[in-house]
């Protein structure tokens, strides 16, 4: 490990901004380029043709904006949620609850806000994190490096609200940047510019940072094992990290979208039990709790009684998410990480929580890839969500497997 020592952090000279290159694995053959080419001509001198592309790259766009990097429509909102470490939520103005979490990351962890440019001439945003020995002495910019894909509705702003996430990470520097269209990250997100992003930081790293290969581990969280799976794929030294993550887009895209038509259609039932708590006395408002609570009319915003509507709900429910999943895969937002784990030949860990109600059992990657007992790690916690910081007790076991 390179190590100096500093007791002020290292800085990276941003004076001149990182341009990214495709990978040659990235660039077509002569062959492609030609049909690529004809496949331009036709499509703008048949119309059709040019109508169905044009349709197609516009409802890809929606999906990923509104679906499956939501962060982009959630990024405009004026209040967000914040959840606290009790589990309760307190309502944030969106503006105020970034801001303190640049402050923290800058004052607190002494990060340096950098921009990249990606091949495709996207600029980036995001944030370099130092961190310390056992001694408390900053690390050298090309010290053991964490790549930290994060997910669905990520920025990394947020990591500066929930400090654990960087604390439980030992002597390893963070590299994060929000996606494409996040924030101040420019342009719209697609898979392929998904794909691009993740490889514009590793070159950031190699290149910029000078980061040795073999010490860079790319760590994703949720829906950001989309790209951890496809860097660790393409660059064989990596290590990789899967934390709590759907074996496959499209399965994933199915429990989750199930859930959340539970609670929407949930909610038309259950709306007169809410107007009543805010609009009703007390004495009233007390009456009607006690009555949904012994008769479990509903439990964490979806129907349980009556049981036939409950199920009915469910039903449709399930028909919506499968449309939507098939949805997904013709729209070219399907992807297998389950297929891809045979092609990740560095170390590798994958992180599964026993009872996550995002990522059920049966969309887990966990149960779905073959693995060694060394590659992986359950999460027992009652108290851990799908959304928490891991502890530092899950981080230290992690990067003892992977540096064994």
Known sequence: MSIKNNIEPPRIDTKNMFEATYPKYMQ????GKIANFAYQI????????????????????FLGYHFFVP??????????????????KTDENQKEYLKKGLNYLKYSFKAQFIEIKTADGVKLC???????????????????????????GGRFQDLGRYPDAIENIKKHNILVFNDRGVLKSEGRATKKGLFLDIESIYQYAIRKLK?????????????GTLKAIYLAAKHKKIKSIYDRSPAEIQKGVYYIAKEMFQEVFSYFVILP?????????????????????????????????????????????????????IITVSFDWGYSLAKEWAN?????????LKNDIKITKAASFFNSVSKTKNEFIKITDPKCSHWSELSEKICDEVFRRLEA
């Open 126 to 152: 995001g944030a370099f994190i130092p961190g310390k020995d056992d001694k408390g002495r900053y690390l050298s910019l090309n010290a053991p490096l964490i790549i930290h894909c994060l997910g669905q």
């Open 344 to 352: 990740v030949k560095g170390k590798k860990i994958i992180i599964y």
């Open 211 to 223: 980061v040795p290969k073999s010490k860079i581990t790319v760590w994703g969280h949720s829906f």
């Open 28 to 31: 077509k053959s002569l062959f």
């Open 71 to 88: 962060s982009q429509s959630y990024s405009k909102k004026e209040n967000i949620d914040f959840y606290n470490k009790d589990g309760t």
């Open 273 to 325: 039990f809410v107007i009543i708590e805010k609009m009703a006395s007390q004495r009233v408002v007390d009456k009607v709790v006690n009555f949904v609570t012994k008769h479990k009319i509903y439990i964490n915003g979806q129907l349980k009684r009556p049981i036939v509507i409950s199920k009915i709900i469910e039903v449709f429910s399930s028909i919506v998410a499968f449309v939507l999943s």
């Open 42 to 61: 036709l499509s703008v001198a048949i119309f059709p043709i040019y109508a169905l592309r044009y349709l197609k790259h516009r409802i890809h766009l």
